[in-house]
């Protein structure tokens, strides 16, 4: 719960800060604020707190994949899902109608990519 608060006080406070300097990033502010190097510092650090970031992601979906193999089925469903959107959305039909259509089957198609996925486990048998 606690996790909630402190990003809860993080994005009030950038947003305050933004607000306050002419809805400027925070890598401009800290430009203007502390100079160049304080902004190269930031950025630096901004980096490497995401990749932190991502790796724990990757953690929790690897360990989830490994305990649920539905999901990891259910996951690779929708990517797939997601190109096949991506292409007929662009290539086909007029705007406004083929997105109505393709967000219809979309829908349906996650349902059952979502039943098929416990129904046909993909089971990685990985070793280190």
């Not at 690779?76 to 039909?93: M, R």
């Amino acid at each position: 719960m606690e996790r909630f608060f402190f990003g809860a006080v993080h994005d009030l406070g950038s947003l305050a800060t933004s607000l306050k300097t002419d809805g400027k990033s925070i890598g401009v502010i800290i430009r203007d604020q502390i100079g160049m190097r304080g902004k190269q510092l930031f950025i630096i650090f901004s980096f490497s707190t995401l990749i932190l970031v991502i790796g724990v992601f990757a953690d929790i979906i690897a360990k989830t994949f490994v305990a649920n193999p539905g999901v990891a089925s259910a996951s690779i469903f929708f990517i797939g899902l997601a190109i096949a959107f991506g292409w007929v959305n662009k290539f086909v039909g007029n705007k406004k109608t083929r997105f109505i259509i393709l967000t219809i089957f979309g829908v349906i198609l996650m349902y059952i990519f979502v039943y098929l996925g416990m129904k046909i486990p993909i089971v990685l048998d990985y070793k280190l």
